[in-house]
């Protein structure tokens, strides 16, 4: 891991843990080992960092799934390979979901304009990516001929279900295979 990632990285932990307002830039080069200077090296300001942690995290998810696009397997196969490696790397990196949560996102508009500006391009590419499979499911006859954007919708929510489930009931966990197959099964042709 370069500097630059593991300036990321502890701000992630900053970030997840105090919210974006209390977490200080001379606290992320401490917890990262090098001064506040150090930190100006890589990024402008506070704001920068937030908006690379969150981005980097969509960047991961979309190179991911255009790998998997490629595969030579079902769509569904697919969709739920998608699932279970999304939801996998969400449990590693849970300490990272309140980043994104309604708190944080309580921003300045001045923060969310640029958080906007480069971040949903890549929302909106990871959602094209899955609308993709969803076609090909259907071209292929192996799904209904559903409304894909709305079906992309439900299951971007539905990768973020365990995580959230998991948080709210603590003790309680859903199966992944019950939740993609449901899924699944409503969009399978009979």
Request: with cysteine; glycine share 4%; aromatic share 12%.
């Amino acid at each position: 891991m370069n500097l630059k990632e593991k300036i990321m990285q502890n701000a992630a932990r900053l970030f997840a843990k105090k919210g974006f307002f209390k977490t200080t830039v001379d606290e992320i080069a401490a917890l990262s080992g090098i001064s506040k200077g150090a930190v100006y090296l890589y990024f402008k300001d506070k704001e920068s960092i937030y908006i690379e942690v969150i981005d980097s995290f969509f960047t991961q998810g979309l190179k991911h799934l255009k790998e998997v696009k490629k595969l030579n397997i079902s769509s569904s196969e697919k969709l739920e390979k998608i699932f279970t490696e999304w939801n996998i790397f969400l449990e590693k990196s849970k300490f990272c979901l309140p980043i994104a949560s309604i708190e944080n996102i309580n921003l300045s508009q001045k923060i969310f304009k640029k958080m906007k500006e480069r971040i949903m391009s890549r929302i909106m590419e990871i959602f094209k990516e899955i609308e993709d499979i969803i076609d090909e499911g259907i071209k292929n006859k192996e799904f209904e001929n559903v409304n894909k954007k709305f079906a992309t919708f439900l299951f971007m929510e539905i990768v973020r279900m365990p995580a959230i489930v998991s948080m709210v009931f603590k003790k309680e966990k859903l199966e992944n295979k019950e939740i993609i197959e449901t899924f699944l099964n409503g969009l399978r042709r009979r």
